[in-house]
C-alpha cells in the first residue's frame, strides 16, 4: 500500500506531530468555545475531549521516545501510535453517538437529560430538578452550515483514524 506520509522526510514523525498539534488545537478551540464563549458542555461533549487529552499525551511520549532513537520509528512508537488511532476510532464512536442523540435517532444517556419523577412529593420533584444536568446532549448549542460541535467532531476524528493509522504503518 502507498504510503502518503512516505514522501514527508520522516512520515512517522510528521504524522504524529501532526496529530499533538491537530489534538492541541482542538482541546484549545473547545475550552475557547467554553470558557470564553459561553457554551458549557454536556456530558457526552466531555467524553469526546478524552481521546484528545490521550493521543496528545501520547503523541508527545511518542516524540520524546523517537528523539533517544534516532526519530525512527520502534515498535514501542508504532504500537502508540495504533492506541491512537484506537484512541480516535473511539472518539469518533462517542461524536457519532452525540450526533444521533442531538438528531433523537435514538436515546441519550440517563445523566444527559433530566429524569422524570412522579410524585406526589413536592421537594422530591424539586430535588429532582436541581439535581438535573446543567446542559442537555441531545440540545445543538452551536452549529455551523447545519453541524454540530458533535458532528465537526466526528468529521475530524475520521481524519485523524486515518493519519494515525498512516503514521502507525509509516515506514521510517
Not at 466531555?46 to 521516545?65: D, E, F, G
Not at 514501542?76 to 480516535?88: E, G, P, V, W
Not at 437529560?113 to 421537594?123: E, F, G, Q
Amino acid at each position: 500500500m502507498h504510503n502518503i506520509l512516505n514522501h514527508l522526510p520522516h512520515p512517522h514523525r510528521n504524522g504524529v506531530q501532526l496529530i499533538f498539534i491537530i489534538s492541541l488545537l482542538t482541546l484549545a478551540i473547545v475550552f475557547g468555545f467554553e470558557y470564553i464563549g459561553g457554551y458549557p458542555p454536556c456530558e457526552l461533549c466531555w467524553y469526546q475531549r478524552y481521546p484528545y487529552m490521550l493521543t496528545m499525551a501520547l503523541s508527545a511520549l511518542i516524540l520524546l521516545l523517537e528523539v533517544n532513537e534516532g526519530y525512527a520509528p520502534s515498535p514501542t512508537s508504532r504500537a502508540l501510535s495504533a492506541i491512537c488511532c484506537l484512541a480516535f476510532i473511539t472518539g469518533a464512536g462517542i461524536a457519532a453517538f452525540h450526533v444521533g442523540v442531538e438528531q433523537q435517532w435514538w436515546q441519550g444517556l440517563d445523566s444527559c437529560s433530566a429524569p422524570i419523577v412522579k410524585s406526589d412529593d413536592l421537594n422530591a420533584v424539586l430535588d429532582s430538578i436541581m439535581a438535573a444536568p446543567i446542559v442537555k446532549c441531545d440540545e445543538i448549542a452551536w452549529s455551523l452550515f447545519g453541524i454540530s460541535m458533535a458532528g465537526y467532531n466526528f468529521l475530524l476524528s475520521l481524519g485523524l483514524i486515518f493519519l494515525s493509522g498512516l503514521a502507525t504503518i509509516a515506514r521510517k
